[in-house]
Nanobody, 121 residues
C-alpha cells in the first residue's frame, strides 16, 4: 500500500519560514495533481496550493505571494515553501496526490498523515 510521507513541520516565529515535503513511500505508476491542504482547530480543511504534473500552480488567496508549491517528478515529491508566516497559518498541513499506484490500478486520491505547523512568538 503506497503512502504519502510528510516532513518539515514545526514551531516558527511570525515572519519566519518553513519548507514542507511530501513523498510517495515507493515508486508508483503515475502521479497527477498534487497539493497541500490545512486544517486549523475548529475549522474545516481548506486548500492551500495545488500543482499539476505539468507544473501549473494555484493558491488560496490567503497565501498568495508568501507560499510556493513545487514538485520533483523524478522523486515523486511535492514541496511547500512557506515564507512570512503568520499566526493564522497555524494548522495541520496535509499533502494530497492523485495517483495510480500500479498500471492496473485506478487513479485515487491519497492523503498524508499531516504535519503540524505552529506560528507563535
Amino acid at each position: 500500500q503506497v503512502q504519502l510521507e510528510e516532513s518539515g513541520g514545526g514551531l516558527v516565529q511570525p515572519g519566519g519560514s518553513l519548507r514542507l515535503s511530501c513523498a510517495a513511500s515507493r515508486i508508483v505508476f503515475s502521479i497527477n495533481a498534487m497539493g497541500w491542504y490545512r486544517q486549523a482547530p475548529g475549522k474545516q480543511r481548506e486548500l492551500v496550493a495545488t500543482i499539476t504534473n505539468g507544473g501549473t500552480t494555484d493558491y488560496a488567496d490567503s497565501v498568495k505571494g508568501r507560499f510556493t508549491i513545487s514538485r520533483d517528478n523524478a522523486k515523486n515529491t511535492v514541496y511547500l515553501q512557506m515564507n512570512s508566516l503568520k499566526s493564522e497559518d497555524t494548522a495541520v498541513y496535509y499533502c494530497k496526490a492523485k495517483m495510480r499506484s500500479t498500471y492496473w490500478a485506478r487513479e485515487n486520491d491519497y492523503w498524508g498523515q499531516g504535519t503540524q505547523v505552529t506560528v507563535s512568538s
